[in-house]
């Protein structure tokens, strides 16, 4: 039976992707920004329910506007996560997600900035972009842990992506993302860690019964003038607490 579930779920997702590209292909051109706000979150939250999950939100995002979201990353699900709650949110992401069949597609047309982790001349374009996209008025997410954990314990913060709101004077929201099933406090299916594929991992999410995840929004916390590496661990030490505490 899980088997088959899983079958299905699959199924209604590459429909749900296909629909996602057909939106931003035909329709994300004519739209203004709340309009295509407001479809990434429903097709964000519809994602979450065809893979089964759940999902609790606790805490106030900011309004939309600019701020640097920093959160923990586990999952590849976590895009959706945050979207399904804070949907003007343009990610940082990793170059070789963009070249990732059809996920790429949908990930470059929602206004994701990619960057080359292993460059750092690369890294500095991003932090300018980033900057810039503060600047303007966007919300930018990134995951300064620079790959996916396991879940309890966060990897050590990067504080290099932190300095363009430092820069811009820009106030950082931190968020904490805890995936859950049951019997287990930290998913293990849906972790994307070590040499897991992504079709092992698609596969994992399939087929998880109860599979849910945790949004906290904590509160934003000022920038000016601070030191990017001693901000990381601050940002770092309050998501691990709430974590602590989830």
């Not at 949907?87 to 996920?103: I, M, N």
């Not at 049951?182 to 998913?187: Q, T």
């Amino acid at each position: 039976m899980r088997h088959l579930l899983a079958v299905y779920r699959l199924l209604r997702f590459s429909l749900h992707v296909l629909w996602g590209l057909a939106l931003i292909k035909l329709r994300f051109g004519s739209l203004d920004a709340a309009a295509r706000q407001a479809h990434i979150k429903r097709w964000s939250a519809k994602m979450l329910r065809i893979f089964g999950v759940s999902l609790e939100v606790s805490g106030l995002a900011a309004r939309p506007g600019a701020k640097l979201l920093v959160a923990n990353h586990i999952s590849w699900l976590d895009i959706a996560a945050v979207h399904a709650v804070i949907p003007e949110a343009r990610f940082v992401s990793k170059a070789d997600v963009k070249h990732w069949p059809v996920v790429g597609l949908l990930v470059a047309g929602v206004g994701t900035l990619f960057i080359e982790r292993a460059s750092k001349r690369d890294a500095l374009r991003v932090v300018h972009q980033t900057a810039e996209a503060l600047k303007t008025g966007d919300t930018v997410a990134v995951f300064p842990e620079g790959t996916t954990s396991a879940g309890p314990e966060l990897l050590p913060f990067h504080g290099n992506l932190l300095q363009a709101a430092i820069s811009t004077e820009t106030p950082i929201q931190p968020l904490l993302l805890r995936w859950f099933e049951p019997g287990e406090r930290f998913s293990s299916s849906a972790r994307f860690i070590g040499d897991t594929t992504l079709a092992q991992s698609l596969w994992s999410v399939l087929t998880a019964k109860g599979l849910g995840v945790k949004v906290e929004v904590l509160p934003a916390m000022a920038t000016a003038h601070a030191d990017r590496r001693l901000l990381a661990e601050h940002v770092r030490d309050e998501i691990q607490q709430a974590l602590n505490r989830s």
